[in-house]
């Protein structure tokens, strides 16, 4: 089967310290792809290694066989892969839309059919439609994350990562959110999803990684993993 994204063997770190090491996977065109684990496990990190926020050390990685280390984030942005950040970092004194065009912004193949774009994403989520002249600071959290995701969209990656989707968020507005990415999947982007909740995350994707100390402890199917006797006591307290 292709790979749309690998991830070879990288080691990152922030001075002295090395958050990452020897860490390896791939995602596949279309396919959902989770990141567990603790915190402090290196998950974060390696999203911004991806994005070209920070350097490698070591290893490489590759989308659809063109390096993506070290040509920078606006270039990987470029390439096609879309980062949606820990906390959603909007801008919050700029409208729903103007935050949402700001996405549109960040590529060629976002820039082009942007009104296609956003009428796709305000399908996805006619919240942010009634709400597209509210400023992005005085929506609520769902409503942030929904917008957050929408951005990330309008760049029409061919790949999505999410940090932390469910941060801080009620659990049923939790399971809208993961019903929403199992339909951006469904209808062709691949995602790669940092989650601290695993259950959500493991019925999410079709294959996951396990980080731990900063290196893949555990991959596998989801299914697989969501039976691990070792995840079940790690993560799921069975």
């Given at each position: 089967m292709s790979t749309l994204l690998r991830v070879e063997g990288i080691e990152v770190g922030y001075g002295d310290l090395i958050a990452v090491r020897e860490v390896t996977f791939e995602v596949r065109p279309r396919e959902a792809v989770a990141l567990v684990g603790s915190n402090g496990a290196g998950k974060t990190t390696t999203l911004r290694a991806i994005s070209g926020l920070l350097p490698l050390r070591r290893g490489g990685i590759v989308l659809d066989n063109q390096r993506l280390d070290g040509i920078g984030p606006s270039r990987v942005v470029g390439r096609g892969v879309a980062h949606v950040p820990e906390g959603r970092q909007l801008f919050p004194t700029m409208t729903v839309r103007e935050n949402l065009e700001l996405g549109a912004s960040?590529?060629?193949?976002?820039?082009?059919g942007a009104g296609r774009t956003l009428d796709w994403v305000f399908d996805l989520f006619p919240r942010l439609r009634e709400?597209?002249?509210?400023?992005?600071?005085?929506l609520s959290g769902g409503e942030q994350q929904m917008c957050a995701i929408g951005r990330g969209l309008m760049a029409r990656?061919?790949?999505?990562?999410?940090?932390?989707?469910?941060?801080?968020?009620?659990?049923?507005?939790?399971?809208?959110i993961?019903?929403?990415?199992?339909?951006?999947?469904?209808?062709?982007?691949?995602?790669?999803v940092v989650e601290q909740n695993v259950p959500r995350a493991l019925q999410l994707a079709q294959r996951a990684y396990v980080l731990e100390?900063?290196?893949?402890?555990?991959?596998?199917?989801s299914a697989e993993l969501l039976a691990d006797?070792?995840?079940?006591?790690a993560y799921l307290g069975l």
């Amino acid at each position: 089967m292709s790979t749309l994204l690998r991830v070879e063997g990288i080691e990152v770190g922030y001075g002295d310290l090395i958050a990452v090491r020897e860490v390896t996977f791939e995602v596949r065109p279309r396919e959902a792809v989770a990141l567990v684990g603790s915190n402090g496990a290196g998950k974060t990190t390696t999203l911004r290694a991806i994005s070209g926020l920070l350097p490698l050390r070591r290893g490489g990685i590759v989308l659809d066989n063109q390096r993506l280390d070290g040509i920078g984030p606006s270039r990987v942005v470029g390439r096609g892969v879309a980062h949606v950040p820990e906390g959603r970092q909007l801008f919050p004194t700029m409208t729903v839309r103007e935050n949402l065009e700001l996405g549109a912004s960040a590529s060629a193949a976002g820039r082009t059919g942007a009104g296609r774009t956003l009428d796709w994403v305000f399908d996805l989520f006619p919240r942010l439609r009634e709400r597209a002249g509210q400023l992005a600071g005085t929506l609520s959290g769902g409503e942030q994350q929904m917008c957050a995701i929408g951005r990330g969209l309008m760049a029409r990656p061919r790949l999505l990562m999410l940090d932390e989707p469910s941060l801080g968020l009620a659990p049923v507005v939790v399971r809208a959110i993961f019903q929403d990415l199992a339909r951006i999947n469904a209808e062709g982007t691949a995602l790669l999803v940092v989650e601290q909740n695993v259950p959500r995350a493991l019925q999410l994707a079709q294959r996951a990684y396990v980080l731990e100390n900063g290196a893949v402890a555990l991959a596998g199917p989801s299914a697989e993993l969501l039976a691990d006797p070792h995840v079940k006591r790690a993560y799921l307290g069975l």
